[in-house]
C-alpha cells in the first residue's frame, strides 16, 4: 500500500517507521528542512506514565462548582445557553463517577505503559541515543489534602503496572535534597522511578533516519496544500496519516472536518546553576512548574492560565513568566537557583485538543483513508511510539490490535464523551 505521511514529527515519523516495517511504501512530506523541527524540537522530553489522572474524578464537581467564574481556576469554564456545551457537561459529570475513573486511569495507564515499553525496545533494538535518563519523576505536594487525593490513583497505577509509589516529606527530601529547605511546607511527595525523559529532538531525527534506511522517502522542504505540492506534482497514494501537529486542523478542514485542535504557545528555558544538582529527578511544583536536568544544565517549563493562554500566540518566548513566575517559584523551592543563569529560550505550540485534552486517533466517517494522529497536548513523545505501531496496524488489518485504541478515536468528539486529562502541563 503506498502511505503519504503529512508531517515529520514525532507523529509522523514513529507512524512512518511502524508503516515501513510492515511493508508499505511511505512518503513523509514536511515543509521544514529537518525531521522533528516544530513541536517535537525542544520539549519537556518526559516520558511519564505516572500522569494518568483524568480531570474527571470523583473530586472534581465539587472543584468546578469553586472554578465557577474564577478567571484563575486551572480549568476555565463559563455557562452558556449552548446544548452542545450542556451535553459535555452532562458526559463529564459521568465520567466522575468512581467506576469511570478507575476505567479512565487504566486506559491511561495502559497506554502510558505499552508506549514505554515500545519505546524502550525501539531503542534497544535499533541503538537509537537520544540523551535518554531513566531518573523518575517526583511531584511534591505543598497541600495535604491535595497529597491524600494522590494516594487512592497512585494505589490503582501501582495495580496496573506503574510504580507509582507514595512517599513522605523526609523521603522526597533524601530523593532529592535540594527540597531540603521548602521541607516545613513539604505534604509528602509521589515518585514514579521508571519514567523517563530525553531529547525528543534527536529522538525524532535518530528514527528517521532509520526510516530512510529502511526505504521510506523524506520529502521535506515542501509546504503541503491540499494535498498538492508547492511544485504542482499530484502524488497517488492509498491512505493518509494526518501528522501535522499543531497545524492539523487545516487539513482536517480540507474534508470539511472540525478537528477542536489549537496551537497553545509553550516556552521551554534553559539555564545554569552554579551548584549542581547530581541525581536530580524531573520535578514537579504544585504550581504545575516542571524541571529537569538536561545536559550540564536544566530545564523547566510551565503551563500558563487559561485565560492567559489565547490559541496560535506568536512563536516568542514567553519572557515575562520566567521573570515574574517561573524563576522566583524556582528560587523560593530550591535557593541554589537565585544564582541560575538563563542560557537559552525556545517556544514552540502545544497541539491542544480542546474538547479533552488527549489524542484523536483513527479515521472520521467523512473519509476512509485520511488518519488522524493529532492532539497530544503534551504527550506526544510519551504516546508516540504506542500511536505510531497501532496506527500502522489499523491501516493494514482495520483493526487496532497490540492495544486497542478505540477509547482515543475520533468517533468519542462526535458522540461527546470526552476523556479528559488532568496532568496537562
Ligand atoms: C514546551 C513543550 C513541552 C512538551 N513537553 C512534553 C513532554 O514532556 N512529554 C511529551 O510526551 N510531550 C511533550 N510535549 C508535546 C510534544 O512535543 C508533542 O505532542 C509532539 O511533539 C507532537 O508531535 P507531532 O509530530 O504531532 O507535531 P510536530 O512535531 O509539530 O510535527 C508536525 C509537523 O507537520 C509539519 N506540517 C504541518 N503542516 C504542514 C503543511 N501544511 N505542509 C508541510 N508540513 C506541515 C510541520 O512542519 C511539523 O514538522 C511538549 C510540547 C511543548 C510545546
Not at 15 to 37: E, K, N
Not at 138 to 159: G, I, N, V, W
Not at 165 to 186: G, T
Amino acid at each position: 500500500m503506498r502511505v503519504i505521511v503529512l508531517g515529520a514529527g514525532l507523529l509522523g515519523v514513529t507512524s512512518a517507521y511502524f508503516l515501513r516495517q510492515q511493508g508499505h511504501d511511505v512518503t513523509v512530506i514536511d515543509r521544514q528542512a529537518t525531521p522533528g523541527a516544530e513541536t517535537s524540537f525542544a520539549n519537556g522530553g518526559q516520558v511519564s506514565v505516572s500522569h494518568a489522572e483524568p480531570w474527571a474524578n470523583p473530586g472534581a464537581p465539587a472543584k468546578l462548582l469553586q472554578w465557577l467564574g474564577r478567571e484563575d481556576a486551572p480549568l476555565l469554564f463559563r455557562l452558556r445557553a449552548d446544548m452542545r456545551q450542556w451535553v459535555w457537561g452532562l458526559q463529564f459529570l459521568r465520567e466522575c463517577t468512581p467506576a469511570r475513573t478507575r476505567h479512565n486511569i487504566a486506559h491511561i495507564v495502559r497506554l502510558g505503559t505499552y508506549s514505554r515499553s515500545t519505546l524502550q525496545a525501539l531503542r534497544r533494538d535499533l541503538g537509537l541515543e537520544y540523551d535518554q535518563r531513566t531518573q523518575g519523576i517526583l511531584h511534591f505536594y505543598t497541600s495535604q489534602k491535595e497529597f491524600d487525593a494522590a494516594e487512592a490513583p497512585a494505589r490503582q497505577m501501582r495495580e496496573l503496572g506503574c510504580e507509582r509509589q507514595v512517599i513522605s516529606a523526609d523521603e522526597a527530601v533524601r530523593l532529592e535534597p535540594a527540597l531540603a529547605h521548602i521541607r516545613p511546607q513539604l505534604a509528602g511527595a509521589t515518585y514514579t522511578a521508571e519514567d523517563e525523559s530525553g531529547d525528543a529532538n534527536r529522538f525524532a531525527r535518530e528514527l528517521a533516519a532509520r526510516c530512510v534506511a529502511d526505504g521510506v522517502q523524506f520529502r521535506m522542504g515542501e509546504h503541503i496544500t491540499a494535498l498538492r505540492l508547492d511544485d504542482g506534482q499530484r502524488r497517488e497514494c492509498s491512505a493518509v496519516v494526518n501528522a501535522a501537529g499543531a497545524w492539523a486542523r487545516p487539513v482536517a478542514q480540507w474534508l470539511g472536518i472540525d478537528l477542536p485542535v489549537f496551537g497553545k504557545r509553550r516556552t521551554v528555558f534553559h539555564f545554569t546553576c552554579p551548584e549542581a544538582l547530581p541525581g536530580c529527578p524531573l520535578l514537579i511544583d504544585p504550581s504545575g512548574i516542571w524541571l529537569r536536568p538536561e545536559g550540564t544544565g536544566f530545564i523547566a517549563g510551565y503551563a500558563p492560565p487559561e485565560d492567559a493562554d489565547p490559541d496560535d500566540a506568536p512563536l516568542d518566548p514567553d519572557h515575562a513568566a520566567f521573570e515574574d513566575h517561573v524563576w522566583p517559584t524556582l528560587a523560593e523551592r530550591i535557593p541554589a537557583f537565585e544564582a541560575l543563569r538563563l542560557r537559552s529560550t525556545w517556544a514552540g505550540y502545544y497541539e491542544m485538543n480542546a474538547f479533552d485534552h488527549n489524542a484523536i486517533l483513527g479515521l472520521h466517517p467523512a473519509c476512509d483513508n485520511l488518519y488522524f494522529a493529532n492532539g497530544f497536548s503534551g504527550h506526544g513523545l510519551q504516546q508516540c511510539p504506542a500511536v505510531g505501531r497501532g496506527l500502522a496496524e489499523l491501516i493494514l488489518t482495520g483493526r487496532w490490535q497490540t492495544l486497542d485504541l478505540e477509547p482515543l478515536a475520533f468517533q468519542r468528539l462526535l458522540d461527546n464523551r470526552p476523556l479528559l486529562e488532568r496532568n496537562v502541563i
